[in-house]
């Protein structure tokens, strides 16, 4: 990327030690180890889908892209 690029994308989703820690600490918080067939059937799962993208946006500073965070109903 040249100089003109570097200055015009967002600078929080820059790679750096600090948000390669923080991202592993989000996949860990928010991974399943493991995804059955019957989990695709709880309401559960897009609950924890959600407020697991609400973070990740949070952490890349990206604000609200998804419909549900500018709905307002992140977390349910």
């Known amino acids: 990327m040249n100089d003109a690029e570097l200055a015009a994308f967002n600078q929080n989703t820059?790679?750096?030690d600090s948000l390669f820690?923080?991202?592993?600490a989000w996949v860990d918080k928010h991974y399943r180890d493991q995804l059955l067939?019957?989990?695709l059937a709880d309401p559960q799962l897009l609950t924890e889908s959600r407020t697991a993208l609400d973070e990740l946006t949070q952490i890349l500073q990206l604000g609200s892209v998804y419909p549900f965070q500018r709905e307002g109903r992140?977390?349910?």
Not at 21 to 24: E, P
């Open 37 to 39: 067939e019957k989990d």
């Open 74 to 76: 992140c977390h349910g």
């Open 21 to 24: 820690t923080t991202l592993n």
């Open 14 to 16: 820059r790679m750096s």
